[in-house]
């Protein structure tokens, strides 16, 4: 006796060895033996062999009209062998009815399955919908199918054009759309990003991290909403002129300074912050704006924008205006540098140039101001803010030792990165040249100064600060934002606000217009400031900045990284100078760019080698190079480099904003989440400088 029965989903045919009660012994073709339950079995049958009937049941299968055996079911349930007489006009043979329950179970949109051998036709209604489904899934497979043609063609279908970047970093992996682009990468053994750059839906693989940060930061696009911009309030005129220092692409100039020096010997300093808050409510429309986007975006050759460049024209510091701006004047003794007075405004200033590194940097060095050489505008200022900037960082030094810290080595270098016409120049710059530190400790001193003011006056604010902490020294180390004054042991002060920047970054903002209201109101400023004390929603602005910046500053260290392998591809670079940084760490001398050796065996910490630069990809952004040859053992300069790069390693690794893109910036130093690598604050607004360990 030979079986047809049912086993895990399938159907099968045996011939019977032995039975047991319920139970039988089955052979089954293949020579396999299994054990097949009484209620599985749907036919018993003599002949033909297993096999064969198996075989005549796939081709009566085969042949059986679907919609015939639909209409022949009616609407009642029924079992197979009833189906059978109906459909074949006599009772079916073996073959026959094992067929009919072949088709029956592989057609579940016309017969819906009631029980073992038993099923129900689907009424007419469902049967339509689900036919319709599957000629729309037979159209979109055609659809798909022309797609992945297209794609391994080398060209781009229409329809996906206006999909690209949703497709690579957002995609529906259920769209047709999406199954066609991967389909065609697996096809043609590449990336999605890979074949979307080939058909040319983009353009660069520059484009491509870009579109990949656009669409996780911007969604909407980088494009303002229209929006009124304020006009420039009436405020008394300072009699002063002031100057800023900054690089020539800088267009958010924030700070100016102005040298008045008096009658009676001393000297009156002024530190001038262009003064967006007099412009920006709270709430207001630009808010929303500043406060969606939390910072300037900075990348090599671009910037995005916090403000509008229509707010921003209204309220730099530009050269031949008098501009809206807080002003903190210091009157100095220059005899000892003592600061003898200080006092905070709200007015206009005068700004008589837009002094640029690019023309200065290389006459104005210290040897220079030692010997008062070379001509330039405002050189008396200069020579004088020199002098006092260098007692301002003697002072912090000693600060910061007191705190436990060693004094900050000021031998870092810095590298400026110029794009123009997609061709980039990166050049070294020394951090704490004479311009950067005017500009470093002017903004350090009015960053602690109004943190004190608002300390002072009950007006809660946002401070940066380091050390104090629990735990490890890393972690005591670690700078943090708050809400109230505290030290920041690295930079050596009291107290530690941003403030200087209120263009650029919204915590700026956010303090600027704090301390109007302590200039403005004095002690009743709590009861009027924007942000009162305990208000919560002062710790979601630091929350929000903390996550924008830190996304901000690492797509900022990923396009500067790509602007790395661009110079190597301009200079045809292939076999490049390096120091060992750590372990199988080096940097490339001529520019910032860190690789991985690995299985390079262990040298010193400033060891200049020479490598052979076998490949680079600006999509993964890797490089893969082999060690030549060792040149040298650790020198000065080399050392130096070392430091230099390791301090930036390892800011980056904890979590550290590398240094603004936009080359005003790139003298700002990193601040330090526990790396025992000193750093130095460099100019314009002088971020936290990394203490070294103790």
Same mark, same amino acid.
């Given at each position: ?37 009484? #209620? ?371 031998? #870092? ?191 010193? #910490? ?8 076998? #490949? ?79």
């Amino acid at each position: 006796m030979n079986l047809f029965f049912e086993e895990s989903g399938d159907f099968k045919a045996g011939a019977v060895l032995s039975q047991q009660g319920e139970a039988y012994q089955v052979e089954l073709p293949t020579g396999k033996r299994t054990k097949v339950r009484a #209620r599985d079995v749907l036919l018993q049958f003599a002949a033909p062999t297993p096999a064969e009937m198996l075989d005549a049941a796939h081709q009566v299968a085969a042949e059986v009209d679907l919609d015939f055996l639909w209409e022949v079911a009616g609407q009642e349930e029924f079992g197979f062998a009833e189906l059978g007489a109906e459909y074949f006009g006599h009772a079916p043979l073996p073959h026959e009815a094992a067929g009919l329950v072949l088709k029956l179970h592989s057609a579940p949109i016309y017969f819906h399955r009631k029980g073992r051998g038993r099923y129900k036709a689907a009424p007419e209604s469902a049967l339509k919908a689900a036919l319709a489904g599957l000629e729309k899934k037979r159209q979109q497979g055609l659809v798909q199918a022309a797609y992945v043609d297209e794609l391994k063609a080398g060209r781009l279908p229409d329809a996906m054009r206006p999909l690209t970047t949703q497709l690579l970093f957002r995609p529906d992996k259920n769209s047709i759309e999406y199954k066609a682009l991967d389909a065609a990468a697996s096809a043609l053994q590449t990336t999605p990003q890979r074949l979307m750059l080939s058909v040319g839906a983009i353009a660069s693989p520059k484009e491509l991290h870009l579109r990949r940060f656009l669409l996780e930061n911007f969604p909407k696009g980088l494009a303002f909403p229209q929006v009124a911009i304020p006009p420039r309030p009436a405020l008394p005129v300072a009699a002063v002129e002031a100057f800023s220092i900054d690089d020539v692409t800088t267009t958010e100039i924030d700070d100016a300074f102005s040298v008045v020096r008096q009658e009676d010997g001393h000297v009156r300093v002024g530190i001038h912050i262009a003064a967006p808050g007099l412009g920006i409510a709270r709430n207001d429309a630009i808010d929303a704006i500043a406060r969606q986007r939390m910072s300037t975006v900075y990348m090599p050759g671009d910037k995005i924008t916090m403000l509008p460049d229509e707010l921003v024209e209204a309220y730099t510091l530009a050269e031949g205006q008098t501009c809206p701006a807080l002003s903190l004047y210091l009157t100095l003794d220059p005899a000892d540098w003592r600061v003898v007075s200080s006092e905070t405004r709200i007015e206009a200033v005068p700004i008589g140039a837009n002094l640029r590194h690019n023309d200065l940097d290389a006459l104005v060095t210290e040897e220079s101001l030692a010997a008062g050489a070379g001509e330039y505008r405002y050189k008396d200022e200069i020579a004088l803010l020199w002098q006092w900037a260098q007692s301002l960082e003697k002072g912090r030094m000693a600060k910061r030792e007191s705190f436990g810290l060693k004094p900050e080595q000021n031998n #870092r270098v810095d590298f400026n990165f110029y794009v123009e016409d997609d061709v980039v120049t990166i050049s070294r710059r020394k951090r704490g040249a004479p311009l950067d530190k005017i500009v470093a400790e002017l903004m350090i001193l009015a960053n602690s100064t109004w943190g004190k003011l608002m300390h002072d006056h009950g007006v809660p604010g946002i401070y940066r600060a380091q050390g104090g902490g629990s735990g490890g020294w890393a972690t005591r180390m670690q700078v943090r934002m708050v809400t109230h004054a505290a030290p920041h042991q690295g930079l050596g002060v009291d107290q530690y606000a941003w403030s200087t920047s209120p263009l650029r970054r919204y915590t700026d903002l956010v303090n600027q217009w704090q301390i109007m209201a302590c200039v403005q109101h004095g002690v009743t400023a709590p009861l009027v400031a924007t942000f009162k004390p305990k208000d919560a929603d002062l710790y979601a602005i630091v929350s929000a900045f903390d996550g924008a910046y830190a996304a901000y500053a690492e797509f900022q260290s990923a396009m500067e990284r790509y602007w790395c392998l661009r110079w190597l591809a301009q200079s045809e670079a292939r076999q490049v100078e390096a120091v060992v940084l750590k372990d199988e760490i080096v940097r490339l001398v001529e520019i910032p760019l860190v690789l991985k050796l690995s299985g390079m065996t262990p040298l010193a #910490r400033g060891t200049q080698v020479r490598l052979d630069l076998l #490949r680079w990809d600006e999509v993964d952004l890797s490089v893969e190079a082999r060690l030549l040859e060792v040149e040298a053992g650790p020198g000065e300069n080399s050392m130096a480099d070392a430091d230099d790069a390791l301090a930036d390693e390892e800011e980056l690794a904890a979590g550290i904003p590398p240094l603004d893109a936009d080359p005003a910036q790139q003298t700002e130093a990193a601040e330090s989440v526990g790396s025992a690598v000193d750093a130095s604050p460099g100019a314009d607004d002088a971020g936290d400088a990394a203490p070294a360990a103790a």
